[in-house]
């Protein structure tokens, strides 16, 4: 039987941005100019100002130079052209000619100048548009990855950010042109007017085919935007050892191999046909540009042969003809080519501005520092697309010294429930409130500062034992209290036989690192939540993954140091709760029952049908 194809991946932006590039044109671009430089040199100017200024000047310099050696080579044609012995014009031409070279000279050092100044600048401007990006994405509110958009705008915003390097490079590349082409431009107005606005004519269709054609590359980019974003979280999937026994285990390479490379050849039809549009356009201003430089070689054979100019004039037309129209081209190439890159700029500017104001900027209330009392009163919250409320008109009161446990059926609202109540998320109705303060007005920072959270999907930081237990928070400058919260959690040894101790990297794809079983990473992420000694400890199912020894060692430590801060652990494991002085049972988002274990056990409710199953094995 074959494989079932993959579902097409559509975009919902892509219409929108196809439609803010169809308004460009040749013209258009050409306003747009010094808005886009603009632009790039402010983001350039904060960055470095000292290189800004070699580079601007250095152009300057390269253009003056550039504009002088087409003086020095009509200077030098007069003579080299004229009548007498060789020798003699020879002679009279060296004058030129020196200045020529010179000015070449002077030329080439600028632009090894101008080289430097950007090889300096393109990789921190690069690192400024990524650590913006980066920053912002770890800042914004939770509820702004379950945007339906969110991903689309951000991979959008990733171009932008790889084509800040070129952005630069072109913006350059432009400026050295147009003033080369200026250069050019004034020799030739001198030779003769008539040449300026051929020559200006003979660009118009390269500059209008150029744009078509970056019209076409960004309208194919958005197109594929949501197929490449599914893409390469596939890839992840396909080839990571995380998850290579399940791959093998289920003879299930071959469908992913299938589905892949399905997706793949799909990406690649829509580039392959965008390359067909573009070398049709790319035909059709090239033929338009060369009827129009005949027209341009044409006007110059015509004034040299009615006597309008000499023939010296005439050959020194002939360098300064060549000279502009390649700096003609490359302005048309670059501005292009820049016009571009500041379409997908904007899309970054636009992510991460629209990302600032999803940041978690709630209010100024400090959260207490060791809440007595956690109450959420009357909460809902509701996922986008979702048919149901995650959490429905849930009323709970936690208090210091007692561990509550949450239990429910997977899709109960567990792990929803504990966000609300460490303020991760903002209920859509109701208020949860630390010691009488409202979260939803809180500073966030206040109340992450007082929590320690494992939650069910947590990270296997690539870093060091030590940065894993702290995170880059140490309480001290001795090792101390990370062997203590590795002790709490039946890790010390383990860490001792490690080839460097806490020094060991956690990396097994990089070089020297180890790798730790499924059980050692869920205690290296308890370790991480006792070592800050927070107010709050939340444990979102802690010990799944680990043995009997592990998992009895990690709820003893609970409950010796229970009395210190509100502790809520989520788990499936119905045994565990025996530690609870409560427990909380979940269904469809709506509290059903409440009580201590040997009450619920025996209540006749949901908890005794789990615990019964549980037990049924």
Not at 119 to 124: E, G, S, V, Y
Not at 329 to 350: A, I, M, P, Q
Not at 393 to 413: H, I, K, M
Not at 531 to 538: A, F, G, I
Request: neutral net charge.
């Amino acid at each position: 039987m074959p494989f079932p194809e993959p579902k097409e991946i559509r975009n919902a932006r892509a219409s929108v941005s196809r439609t803010a590039f169809e308004g460009a044109s040749f013209f258009g671009l050409c306003a747009k100019i010094p808005a886009l430089l603009a632009q790039i040199w402010r983001m350039a100017w904060r960055i470095d100002r000292r290189d800004v200024v070699v580079l601007f000047g250095c152009q300057l310099a390269s253009g003056f130079a550039a504009a002088v050696v087409l003086a020095a080579t009509a200077q030098a044609m007069v003579p080299l052209l004229g009548a007498g012995p060789v020798a003699d014009r020879v002679g009279e031409a060296v004058p030129a000619l020196v200045v020529v070279a010179v000015a070449a000279g002077v030329g080439r050092v600028a632009y090894g100048l101008a080289s430097w100044a950007v090889a300096r600048l393109k990789p921190r401007l690069l690192t400024a548009a990524d650590l913006e990006m980066v920053e912002a994405l770890m800042a914004v509110e939770l509820v702004a990855f379950n945007q339906p958009r969110f991903s689309d705008e951000q991979d959008a915003a990733e171009t932008g950010v790889v084509r800040c390097d070129r952005m630069l490079y072109d913006a350059q590349a432009f400026m050295a042109a147009l003033i080369r082409l200026v250069a050019a431009f004034g020799v030739l107005t001198v030779l003769h007017p008539l040449m300026l606005p051929v020559l200006v004519l003979a660009v118009v269709p390269s500059g209008t085919g150029a744009v078509m054609e970056a019209r076409i590359e960004h309208r194919t980019h958005y197109a594929n935007a949501a197929g490449r974003n599914v893409k390469g979280m596939m890839r992840w999937h396909v080839t990571t050892s995380v998850l290579a026994p399940e791959v093998r285990g289920n003879r299930m390479r071959w469908y992913l191999a299938f589905w892949y490379r399905t997706l793949s050849d799909r990406l690649d039809a829509r580039s392959v046909g965008a390359a067909g549009r573009q070398l049709r356009v790319n035909l059709v201003s090239a033929a338009g540009g060369g009827v129009c430089l005949t027209g341009a070689w044409g006007v110059l054979l015509w004034l040299t042969l009615t006597g309008r100019v000499s023939l010296a004039v005439s050959a020194t037309a002939v360098v300064a003809v060549r000279t502009a129209l390649a700096n003609l081209t490359n302005v048309v190439h670059y501005c292009t080519s820049l016009f571009h890159s500041t379409l997908f700029l904007g899309d970054w500017k636009r992510f991460v501005d629209d990302a600032r104001g999803l940041e978690a900027r709630r209010g100024e209330l400090q959260a207490p520092p060791a809440p007595g009392t956690i109450r959420a009163d009357r909460v809902s919250y509701a996922y986008p697309g979702r048919p149901r409320p995650a959490v429905d008109e849930v009323t709970l009161t936690l208090r210091q010294g007692e561990v509550v446990a949450v239990v429910g059926e997977n899709g109960s609202g567990k792990s929803t429930l504990v966000q609300l109540l460490t303020g991760l998320t903002v209920a859509d109705k109701g208020s949860v409130t630390w010691d009488g303060v409202d979260l939803a007005g809180a500073d966030p920072d206040t109340v992450w500062a007082r929590t320690g959270l494992v939650p069910q999907n947590f990270a296997h930081w690539p870093l060091s034992v030590r940065e894993n237990v702290t995170l880059g928070q140490p309480h001290t400058l001795d090792d101390g209290p990370v062997w203590r919260a590795l002790e709490q959690v039946g890790m010390r040894e383990a860490v001792e036989e490690l080839p460097e101790g806490l020094d060991t990297l956690l990396a097994r794809e990089l070089w020297g690192g180890v790798d730790l079983s499924g059980g050692q990473w869920q205690r290296i992420a308890c370790a991480r939540a006792l070592y800050r000694r927070p107010s709050v400890l939340v444990l979102d199912e802690p010990t799944s993954e680990m043995d009997a020894r592990g998992e009895h060692q990690i709820f003893t430590e609970l409950k010796k140091t229970a009395a210190e801060r509100v502790t809520v652990v989520v788990t499936h494991r119905l045994d565990n709760t025996r530690i609870a002085d409560r427990i909380v049972v979940l269904e469809r988002g709506r509290i059903i029952e409440q009580g201590t274990f040997e009450t619920l056990v025996r209540a006749g409710g949901l908890f005794q049908e789990l615990y019964r199953l549980s037990q049924d094995r």
